[in-house]
């Protein structure tokens, strides 16, 4: 017999009863019963029940066992009888007598308990996280995030794509994040780059001649936190394709998304084709460029109605309206509890309508708007007795933003919310630059690689502000899961498209000399995308929070508590590497 195990805890069954066997695992959890101890040893495959009778020396082996210690035990297989099978395991209708025990590996005292999930907080979990690991819950997410990539393996290859590695040490290049930086010993003063993406690479591969180019591809953003993105690494699905167009590249990756969340989305249905939606419509109808298409509610423009309104609390601003239908039964609190939602999203406050049997209208507002106000908004919205209407009004973002949050909220609390699916749509028409409000500056909006939409005539006659890129995105119930965009592939457009946004050409000369030198020996029209790994499993596992889906996650701090990193140098090695340390100032 094998010197650990014959079987694993997942794999016997009523067939091998009278069997003799030997397991190994973890000890899971233990019951006292009547005198007979009971035993659930643990392993990567599941649990089986160990049974030991007073008096053996199995038992006496086996009372003094900590919790989640590490067990060789041999024994026979036997029945539980019908009126004893679990039908919650595999192995339920088992057991194991156990005769001979061994120790592999004792367990000091728990910093938390590993049968149950007690709500230990975040930090104490990532100190210990080999220990958080091996809840069902978090062994489950990890499987399942092994699973989906080998599928994404798979199934891109069988659409045609090639896998391929790109550097990891490289030039820092300006993504939109703060790179991680690496010294390098052999070049005084002179420092690596972590890459952010392997954007200007895949790009490389495409001018090489190699047509369709994917990679699951490890990532580097000095960024902070949030619910939906790790900070430090993270991984992408990096996606590249010669001679396409937008839809050539949404194409397979419509096909993969639909095919990955039909086998591993557990039942729920993947709503397909994906639509097509410009982005100002996604901003004007959802108040966001990732809309929630579970929310069966959109916003409604109502500027031009209030722009000369006698409601001064409405005139000269942006104003947007949610019509939600059938709300007749929902009492008072429903509508301020909407407010309180408002206010927690930065409104100054939620003002509100309700339609009556009559189509007479009621709420806060009803009383300052005029018969030319009701009539057009009965026609704008299409309003029926049960109808309320919620409006928020302020400068188009922060409208967009208050508006696209309350839209989601209303929809799940009146009934008008989808469970069980997954909606994808396609954000598309992206704006090629964005000014900052504070300084003025145009800059990019998104991939600074895209190709503008009218090519050099839209650089050198459009407003800025005006130029479309061949940008797009892939949302997934309110998650981006990806931007991509088909690339500037001609040197003067991509020159001319970094000045304007404030690079001269000497500047883009030299921080993307490998890529224009490239592209002045032929390039091909190429395009691509990055769906990223982790959001994909995040939405897949149904987890709120990223880190529930990644083995080893840094913190929000971008700390590893389980192995200390960041770390501090020692002179010696920081003499080495040619770097001295200036400590920032302490405030006062």
């Given at each position: 017999m094998h010197r650990y195990r014959s079987h694993t805890c997942g794999e016997?069954?009523?067939?091998?009863?009278?069997?003799?066997?030997?397991?190994?695992?973890?000890?899971?959890?233990?019951?006292?019963?009547?005198?007979?101890l009971f035993i659930d040893l643990r392993d990567h495959h599941g649990i089986t029940q160990l049974v030991a009778r007073p008096g053996t020396p199995a038992y006496e082996a086996l009372d003094k066992q900590t919790k989640e210690s590490v067990l060789r035990v041999?024994?026979?297989?036997?029945?539980?009888?019908?009126?004893?099978?679990?039908?919650?395991?595999?192995?339920?209708?088992?057991?194991?007598?156990?005769?001979?025990?061994?120790?592999?590996?004792?367990?000091?005292?728990?910093?938390?308990?590993?049968?149950?999930?007690?709500?230990?907080?975040?930090?104490?979990?990532?100190?210990?996280?080999?220990?958080?690991?091996?809840?069902?819950?978090?062994?489950?997410?990890?499987?399942?995030?092994?699973?989906?990539?080998?599928?994404?393996?798979?199934?891109?290859?069988?659409?045609?794509f090639n896998e391929m590695a790109t550097p990891i040490l490289t030039a820092t290049s300006p993504e939109g994040a703060r790179d991680f930086v690496v010294p390098s010993r052999l070049n005084p003063g002179r420092f690596y780059a972590l890459p952010q993406a392997p954007q200007q690479f895949k790009q490389l591969l495409m001018v090489s001649g190699f047509d369709r180019y994917f990679q699951i591809a490890p990532c580097f953003r000095d960024?902070?936190?949030?619910?939906?993105?790790?900070?430090?690494?993270?991984?992408?699905?990096?996606?590249?394709?010669?001679?396409?167009?937008?839809?050539?590249?949404?194409?397979p990756i419509e096909k993969l998304m639909t095919e990955l969340f039909e086998e591993f989305g557990g039942g729920r249905h993947v709503t397909s084709p994906f639509p097509r939606i410009p982005f100002r419509e996604a901003m004007l109808k959802y108040g966001s460029d990732k809309p929630d298409l579970r929310a069966?509610?959109?916003?409604?423009?109502?500027?031009?109605?209030?722009?000369?309104?006698?409601?001064?609390?409405?005139?000269?601003?942006?104003?947007?309206?949610?019509?939600?239908?059938?709300?007749?039964?929902?009492?008072?609190?429903?509508?301020?509890?909407?407010?309180?939602?408002?206010?927690?999203?930065?409104?100054?406050?939620?003002?509100?309508?309700?339609?009556?049997?009559?189509?007479?209208?009621?709420?806060?507002?009803?009383?300052?708007?005029?018969?030319?106000?009701?009539?057009?908004?009965?026609?704008?919205?299409?309003?029926?007795?049960?109808?309320?209407?919620?409006?928020?009004?302020?400068?188009?973002d922060e409208v967009s933003k208050?508006?696209?949050?309350?839209?989601?909220?209303?929809?799940?609390?009146?009934?008008?919310?989808?469970e069980n699916v997954f909606r994808f749509c396609w954000i598309v028409d992206f704006p090629?630059?964005?000014?900052?409000?504070?300084?003025?500056?145009?800059?990019?909006?998104?991939?600074?690689?895209?190709?503008?939409?009218?090519?050099?005539?839209?650089?050198?006659?459009?407003?800025?502000?005006?130029?479309?890129?061949?940008?797009?995105?892939?949302?997934?119930?309110?998650?981006?899961l990806s931007s991509g965009a088909i690339r500037n592939h001609e040197p003067e457009i991509m020159i001319k498209a970094?000045?304007?946004?404030?690079?001269?050409?000497?500047?883009?000369?030299?921080?993307?000399?490998?890529?224009?030198?490239?592209?002045?020996?032929?390039?091909p029209p190429h395009g691509g995308i990055a769906p990223g790994v982790d959001r994909i499993v995040m939405l897949l596992a149904d987890e709120p929070n990223i880190r529930e889906t990644i083995a080893f996650p840094l913190n929000g701090n971008a700390q590893d508590l389980m192995m200390g990193a960041p770390t501090e140098l020692d002179e010696a090695r920081l003499r080495e590497l040619n770097i001295a340390l200036r400590k920032p100032v302490s405030d006062k």
């Open positions: 016997l069954r009523a067939s091998d009863v009278g069997t003799d066997v030997r397991l190994s695992g973890w000890l899971h959890n233990r019951r006292d019963l009547g005198g007979i041999d024994g026979k297989v036997v029945s539980r009888g019908a009126e004893n099978v679990n039908t919650d395991l595999p192995t339920g209708e088992i057991e194991v007598e156990v005769s001979e025990v061994e120790v592999l590996g004792a367990a000091g005292p728990l910093p938390f308990t590993i049968n149950t999930d007690d709500g230990v907080n975040e930090e104490r979990r990532l100190e210990y996280r080999f220990l958080d690991l091996r809840r069902e819950r978090m062994h489950r997410n990890i499987m399942l995030r092994t699973a989906v990539i080998a599928a994404i393996r798979r199934k891109m290859v069988a659409l045609g960024e902070d936190a949030r619910a939906d993105r790790s900070p430090g690494e993270f991984y992408q699905l990096d996606v590249e394709m010669s001679f396409v167009e937008q839809e050539d590249v949404f194409q069966r509610l959109e916003l409604v423009d109502l500027t031009d109605v209030f722009a000369d309104s006698g409601f001064k609390a409405f005139a000269g601003k942006h104003v947007r309206a949610l019509p939600v239908p059938a709300v007749q039964d929902q009492p008072r609190k429903f509508f301020d509890s909407m407010g309180e939602f408002a206010v927690e999203h930065g409104a100054k406050g939620l003002a509100w309508i309700r339609v009556g049997e009559d189509m007479a209208l009621s709420g806060p507002i009803a009383k300052f708007l005029t018969e030319d106000d009701v009539k057009t908004l009965v026609d704008r919205l299409g309003l029926k007795p049960g109808h309320a209407v919620f409006f928020g009004a302020g400068d188009f208050i508006m696209g949050a309350v839209r989601v909220e209303a929809a799940k609390r009146a009934g008008h919310f989808e090629m630059y964005e000014k900052d409000e504070e300084t003025g500056k145009i800059d990019f909006s998104h991939n600074p690689f895209s190709m503008p939409q009218g090519g050099m005539k839209d650089l050198e006659e459009k407003d800025p502000l005006d130029i479309l890129a061949w940008q797009y995105d892939i949302v997934c119930n309110g998650v981006e970094f000045e304007i946004a404030g690079y001269d050409r000497d500047t883009v000369e030299q921080e993307f000399a490998g890529m224009l030198r490239a592209f002045r020996f032929g390039a």
